[in-house]
């Protein structure tokens, strides 16, 4: 009697097949559009030179001097990878991709090897356009516009993977995004009082990374900022990985 071989998927394939499901998705590309428009939107204002006045003594501000709005499209931008965890729980797609991919860690890892190929790319696209103006109006050199470009790719990036995580551990797509959202909105009323702490959510620490921390005592340096985000980003999707590992379909 012949023993039955079962066809062995290539991990290539496994990819290739969560970057189609990611990218065919109307909202990937509809996000992508929004946060693009919204990042040249804001980079414009800038550009015009209007300022703010907030009662600084140092005088006016412009619209770069506060990070809280010029980091706003990138709340649109993590419906993207929030997407990509939590449609695997719409209509019994999860059963369905694991009949495909049966070996669960194998379907996370190209899952996540997907999403972060496609944020990689998208934050490029979404970021670079609006902070070559930004840089070109404020005076910058070319290695300071390279810099600020890569401190918010990263930030776009890492933030992505925790709302990827988030959204692969709560299985929907509206609590991660409110999470994610409510936190800065909480933090901006000034209720929290708790610097030492607040600092290392990964919100703030992404207004670190790209030099506009939402209050100075918030501070931290980028390279630390980077590394609070690094570590939000792998117990998020190391904490999804382990939900699908442990449960049923």
Not at 58 to 77: Q, T
């Amino acid at each position: 009697m012949t023993a039955v071989v079962q066809p062995t998927i290539r991990w290539r394939d496994t990819v290739r097949s969560e970057i189609t499901k990611i990218t065919t998705h109307p909202a990937t590309f509809l996000m992508l559009v929004i946060a693009v428009a919204a990042n040249l939107l804001l980079a414009a204002i800038d550009a015009s030179g209007v300022t703010f006045y907030t009662g600084d003594p140092s005088g006016p501000s412009s619209l770069s001097d506060f990070g809280v709005v010029m980091i706003a499209p990138l709340y649109a931008f993590l419906v993207i990878p929030v997407w990509a965890a939590a449609t695997e729980y719409h209509g019994g797609q999860l059963r369905m991709s694991l009949s495909a991919t049966p070996q669960r860690g194998r379907f996370i890892l190209a899952k996540l090897a997907a999403t972060l190929t496609i944020v990689s790319v998208a934050a490029v696209v979404a970021i670079v356009p609006a902070r070559l103006v930004v840089g070109v109006t404020d005076g910058m050199g070319p290695v300071a516009v390279l810099m600020s470009c890569i401190q918010w790719t990263v930030a776009y990036v890492l933030m992505s993977l925790v709302a990827f995580g988030l959204a692969g551990i709560l299985k929907n797509t509206v609590a991660p995004l409110g999470i994610m959202i409510a936190l800065p909105v909480v933090i901006a009323t000034g209720i929290l009082q708790w610097p030492d702490g607040l600092r290392f959510l990964p919100d703030q620490a992404a207004l670190s990374l790209v030099g506009t921390p939402q209050f100075d005592v918030h501070e931290i340096p980028p390279p630390v900022a980077a590394a609070v985000l690094v570590i939000w980003a792998c117990v998020a999707v190391a904490a999804y990985a382990f939900s699908v590992t442990r449960s049923d379909a």
